[in-house]
Nanobody
């Protein structure tokens, strides 16, 4: 599976961005797609994940109520809608996919999200 992430940019606090992750290759092997982020000097953090078939979503506590993960199976694309962005959300965001949350073997290149006034 190959993944292509896009949609990052500079946004003011309180603003919104939508990240996209387009999957290609062995799509049928995808059971879960996840978004991770890594801020400078910090460990990589799982932000959200979604099961490819049923669309069951998981969110880390810090983004609940602000971020929404979704997928469009027909377009082999997953999205991360980010609202009410805070400076703490500044990071490089990556999408990853695999058969399960414990085997996310494919990872796309990162897309930088900067939240700043």
């Amino acid at each position: 599976v190959q993944l292509q992430a896009s949609g990052g940019g500079l946004v003011q606090p309180g603003g919104s961005l939508r990240l996209s992750c387009v999957a290609s290759g062995s799509i049928n092997s995808i059971g879960v797609l996840a978004w991770y982020r890594q801020a400078p000097g910090k460990q990589r953090e799982l932000v959200a994940s979604i099961t490819w078939g049923r669309g069951t979503a998981y969110y880390t506590d810090s983004v609940k109520g602000r971020f929404t993960i979704s997928r469009d199976n027909a377009k082999n694309t997953a999205f991360l809608q980010m609202n009410s962005l805070e400076s703490e959300d500044t990071a490089v965001y990556y999408c990853a996919a695999g058969g399960s949350i414990l085997s996310l073997n494919a990872r796309g290149q990162g897309t930088l999200v900067t939240v700043s006034s």
